[in-house]
């Protein structure tokens, strides 16, 4: 095993940048990290290899993530779901894409927030911390197949409920 500060410095990237996908907001992914690592160092000795170090990592981040937003109701739909929508792209000048550009953002940010916690367990780790089905599977204790099955439907929810409130 690791020593702690190796570990450290080996994942404190991914975890950033995973934790900074779910917040958008680096003042406060630093503190997410920095509370992720610390409960990773208190748990570590529970670390029992069934699955890789950064999936264990990225599960005790999205843990405190929420534990955040539960404390911080005022945030709680504040999800950046830019990432699994890309409504991004190019910089526009039309402002009338960019006001649908931004309705839709949010429209995405509360249908993961309402979506039942399996199917935003799921969504969070394939999209924000890119883990394979497998991996999702052994953080969340259900078969690979389920994962992806849980992520098939969890999708084509948000593509429904989308195409109802937008009409894309």
Known sequence: MQTFEMLYKEYYERVYAFLYRLSA????????????FL????????????????????????HVYFKYLKRNK?????????YIVDLYGEKTDDPAEYVHKE???????????????????????????EL??????SVLKISENSAKVIFFRAKKKM???LQHELGL
């Open 25 to 36: 907001d680096r003042s406060l992914t630093e503190d997410l990290t920095q509370e992720t």
């Open 39 to 62: 409960q990773a160092y208190l748990s570590l000795h529970r670390f029992r290899g069934e699955c890789e170090i950064f999936t264990w990592l990225a599960s005790i981040g999205k």
């Open 74 to 82: 005022k945030y709680a739909n504040t999800m950046n779901l830019d």
């Open 103 to 129: 309705y839709t953002r949010e429209a995405v940010r509360k249908i993961l927030a309402d979506i039942p916690k399996k199917y935003r367990d799921v969504v969070l780790l394939r999209i924000y911390a």
């Open 132 to 137: 394979p089905f497998s991996q999702i599977a």
């Open 159 to 161: 593509m429904e409920v």
